[in-house]
């Protein structure tokens, strides 16, 4: 039995996926984050985002994620999945679930999935405003 799942995608990603995932009989609480592309930010009027990767080393990035937050916390399952290409307003480019005994683990999970992530995996955001577009980060 699998007890992670990790996905980068140019396919639209599921929640519904993740959330079945870890679902899970002995757990009590299910936590999520799903990152939505959002329409503005520093005062600019966002129209989409891209994002590419490192895919082989992204991919190995975020299982050692999963397995931290295993490790970490009191969770039982964990799915991190993150969306590559061109992304709209609204379009979601990252979901992280977690499940566990209890509910404060899950959360916890999340949060370090999501901040560690963004720290340390191989993936490049390209904002796209109005006006032009700049790379936010160009390294991870």
């Known amino acids: 039995m699998s007890i992670i799942s990790i996905k980068i995608t140019s396919q639209k990603l599921d929640v519904n996926e993740c959330y079945d995932f870890v679902t899970d009989d002995s757990c009590g609480g299910i936590a999520a984050f799903i990152g ?25 990035e975020m299982q050692k994620i999963a397995e931290a937050a295993l490790e970490k916390f009191s969770i039982q399952k964990i799915a991190i999945h993150h969306a590559e290409g061109l992304l709209k307003v609204g379009e979601v480019p990252v979901i992280i679930t977690a499940s566990a005994p209890h509910r404060k683990a899950a959360f916890e999970a999340c949060e370090f999935a999501i901040d560690t992530l963004k720290q340390t995996v191989p993936i490049w955001k390209k904002e796209f405003f109005t006006d032009g577009e700049v790379w936010v980060n160009a390294h991870p």
Do not use: H, I, Q, W
């Not at 939505?36 to 992204?58: H, I, Q, W």
């Open 36 to 60: 939505t592309v959002r329409n503005s930010t520093k005062n600019k009027e966002v129209t989409g985002l891209d994002f590419s990767c490192y895919k082989p080393m992204a991919l190995k």
